[in-house]
């Protein structure tokens, strides 16, 4: 009766469980197009999707381009420029990665830049710019820089004007400074210095950075629950995480179809006929579906850290999530086989489970944090918990972070195994 018969009754029943599975892995093994979607596809999904939203690293955007007419003319009296100082703002080393500068020798010039498609914004200074700053009369005429930008470019057009906006905002306080100034000394009787002080006080502030001199800016990633900070996680990674999690189930499922197969066949329930139990028979097919959707995840991880160069995180919490992982996928591939008849219901079926849980799950985004409403809609479904455990492992984090990320995908796998039991033990009465 072929494989199973000629075991001896009283063998154990791990080596019955393991006879099992070893012939499933040898079957699964010379299966050559599933062998490809198991491995391949996640592969090149990640690396394509990867490689349009920034390679191996973060998320970015290439440097907005900005054409500068820098007409002011300054104000007697005054050593600084207001124009000068909103050029060298936007030419600030520590933006050179946001925007480039461009100088145009006219408002008109800058924007036939935008206008012919070699800069994104334009950024036109008027020639009374320093003088409406340094102005010592509360009803001296306002001084208007012009943003002309490209309307399809909206992420350069905003970066630039918040970048103008900031520098603004300083000569706003330096504006306040001078008529602060110039009050003081005309309530104390000395009208003829009024002016003067008002002067200095504004080119004090602006040149000393103002209220922004007392204050910086210290920048940190978020912290995991146990207070360390968090790594940043590459692109790619991100999406082969994801990926790697839904290419499981379809693995999972595509090993349990030997189940129909053998039911087709007739050899299955023999099988059932013998001394074998059947939990013992159901614990093979679980194993072989167990160890080869295992072995699957431990390539792709290595594959994403040997051609992506993806730090996956801590040894003992990338194993511990693989693990739940495969245990997850091979309990749902044997429920989703215990409940069709036949390899056409099986892929039907099991594609549309799949597909759903991917989408609530947030599969198709990888680790990509998710939150309010969806990130709770995330917690409904076993792949949802694991990819946010990953995420957390790939920012540094350790099992200690991703306890119920670990058990409650646990617990699925659990009921999972035992309603596909039920139903086998039902159909095979």
Sequence with gaps: MGWAEGAPHN??????????AWKDL???????????????????LAALLGFAFGGGQSFSISATKVAVANADTGTAGVAENAGN????VMKSPDLRDIITVGDKPSAAAARTSVDDGKSTTAVIIPADLSAAIFATSPTAPMAVVELYENPTQEIGGAITESIVGQALLGFNGARAAALAASGLATANGDGERAGKLAQQAAETYMRDGGAAAAVSVAQRAPRLPGGESTKDVGVTGTILAGMMIFFMFFGANNVARTII???RAGTLPRLFTTPTSRHTILGGKYSSVFVTVTVQAVILLVAGRLI?????????????????AAAVASGLALLVISLVRTPAQ??????????????????FTGTAAAGGTYAQIQKLTPNGWLLQGWDAVMRGGGLADIGLNLLVPLLFAVAFFAVAALRFRKRYA
């Design 11 to 20: 063998d154990p029943a791990v080596s019955r469980i393991l006879a099992i």
């Design 26 to 44: 040898r079957s699964t093994m010379r299966n050559v197009p599933a062998l490809a979607m198991m491995l391949v596809a996640p592969l090149a």
């Design 85 to 88: 100082v909103v050029v060298g």
């Design 261 to 263: 197969d053998e039911d």
């Design 308 to 324: 992506f160069s993806i730090d996956w995180g801590r040894l003992d919490a990338v194993a511990a999530l693989t693990l739940v």
């Design 346 to 363: 099986a892929g039907a079926i099991g594609a549309g489970v799949y597909l759903v849980l991917a989408l609530v799950g947030g599969n």
